[in-house]
């Protein structure tokens, strides 16, 4: 359903909460056992991308140590994610954890405030903070909290590092990208802002993944358009004056 509807690119899920007994973390699925052959995305002619993503619900600052620690298998996911239960967690999370997203609860009212040094911290260190729209849009009283705990948020971090995703489980609970993106502005979102949450900074948490899995790191080139105003600037004054006469 992601690629008829205009998405580039899709993670697969894999859950672990530390809660539940025997929680193991396995290596990921290649996406080529699931999907013989990838569906070419909607208006264009590539194939969609298929990521793998770990996600760690932590209650208690001794689940962090694995995610400290070299574990092969964390290594192999494109996305690491971590779901921190406490304010405490939360700040560990956002300042030491190698991690590119932290999730935001939106099922619940949150236990604590956001503040601003983790938050600053967090968006200094390239991670992005994951709010889910799936909730909003099954029950009213989640609607609410997903609301009320975005603003909260968007008070602290000014919009900056918003991913907006869905966990969606069903076709009908996914949304397309410009719905989602009419979705962050009730979440305190500008229109820029809204729209970057469901493109650019989706972008470039991957590539924070991939940087995370390299030694070093990464080089993104983006290539900018000159404007008419560069292009005469560019031209020196002598020939400026001969076109002109």
Known sequence: VCFSVGYSAVALNHVIDFKEKKQEIIKPVSPSELFPSLPIVQGTSKRIKVLTRLTLVVSDPSHCNLLRSTSANIRLYDIIAVFPKTEKLFHIACTTLDVD?????????????????????????????????????????????????????MQICKGKNIVISSAAERPLELRGPYDVANLGLLFGLSESEAKAAVSTNCRATMLHGETRKSACGIVYTVKKPRKVEEEETAVPACKKAKTQA
């Open 101 to 153: 997203l932290v999730c935001i609860n939106v099922t619940e009212k949150l236990p604590f405030y956001f503040r601003r040094p983790p938050v600053n911290m967090a968006i200094d260190r390239g991670i992005y903070f994951e709010l889910l729209y799936t909730p909003a849009i099954k029950d009213s009283t989640m609607r609410r909290y997903t609301i009320s705990n975005a603003i909260s948020l």
